[in-house]
């Protein structure tokens, strides 16, 4: 079963000619800035059209950008979530179950990225869509937050897809991994083997200290990052 | 002298008795003359090909409010009247170059942490419009749509360019250097006749 297709997807000056089946329930899309790893978010969340092929995604696709500031728009946290989830109870349900009730009365604007960050993401899947998007999960998190991501993102029982730099986090919850440069797919392969191919060396990614003790030490990397951040191997 | 790191294709002068000329054609109802200055101007400083959707979102909502508290004919008056102050002012400013406008406000003695602020603003629109692609893409991501979607849009546009604002006056501060860099000095060149010539023309034409 497939979550994303992308048939000779081009946009103008951003990615060419990408063939993706994505069908793993977390996929990584990992590659250097300016790589095109947000734009086939945005294609894979239908907030972008291709100029040519074809994209076969879920209905309906939550999405969490670069900027989790962008996408508030009431005065409290509360109030904001509220307009995703559609009642005020669901919107602090879903607070309560993330730990998170103490931020129901401050002002988005003012929560750290960390903070913002999670609210993000928490928004994005409130209204309960079919597939999700996470671009830059853990930018401006630190190990709690990023480890109460993972747990999350684990938890979830709809399709996933995160783009970003921080190889550890993505081998922790993703199941594959998608390596872009330039606007093209240089490999798309399951986690283990993209973390062990000098594909990743080749466009200037480094797995953090930990998966690189575990590649020395012919160990799983997925394996290990699943027990640092979700304190299980799966 | 004069000094510039960016070619002008027009100097200072012309563009203040350009401005000059066409409001006061508009203002002695020489309407369509002032038009056709603005639209070549416009069209001689890139804007109407490179800018379009700007041009669209000037004219579209003045017709519209103004057709509804003033009926049709004045809302299209007005709105050639805008839009024509808007491609001459842009067109014109565009061949002079932004460097070039910062170095002629100097030399009539404006601050340099003053001078800047034209460039500033005219350099933020790029920002701003990717800005409010993302906000929608962000709102789009969280479920919200159609009027629900334009009416929460303003929120974090405004949020974002107040603390934008902020940090560009912080950087203002520290970084814009007190000494002018500019003396009030230009030597025409064939653009300069050529605009105020065609301006001219449409005046007496016209």
Redesign the interface.
Known sequence: MFRWVFRNVSLVGRIRDVNLTISSRVTAVLGPNGSGKTTLL?LA?G?LKPSSGEVLRPE???????????????HTVIEDLT??AGSRDEALRILREAGLEHLAGRSP?TLSMGEARII?VL??I??N?EGL?IDEPTSGLDQRYRRWLARLIDSLRIPVLIAGHDIDFAASVAQEAIIMKRGTVLLHSNVDKILSSEVLDRVGLEPGPIMKKALKLGLSPSRVARCVFLGSEG | MYSSGQKAKITPPTVIAILALVLYMLVSGQVLAASIVGLIIGILGGIVFHMPLLILWIAVPTLVVVAVFHGVLAAIDTTIRVLTVSLTASGLISMLGLYNLRLFLEGLGVPPKASILPVLIARQADIFSM?VR??L????????KGV?LLF??P??VL??AFESSAVLAEAILAKVPERRMSTLFWRPTGWDVLIFSLTLLSLYLL
């Open positions: 945005k969340a907030l309906s696709v939550g999405a969490s950008l670069q900027n989790p500031y962008l996408g508030f728009s009431s307009l995703s604007f993000s928004a994005a409130s209204w869509p998007v | 800005i993302e906000s893409d962000s709102l789009r991501g969280r479920g919200i629900r929460r849009l929120i974090p949020v974002n």
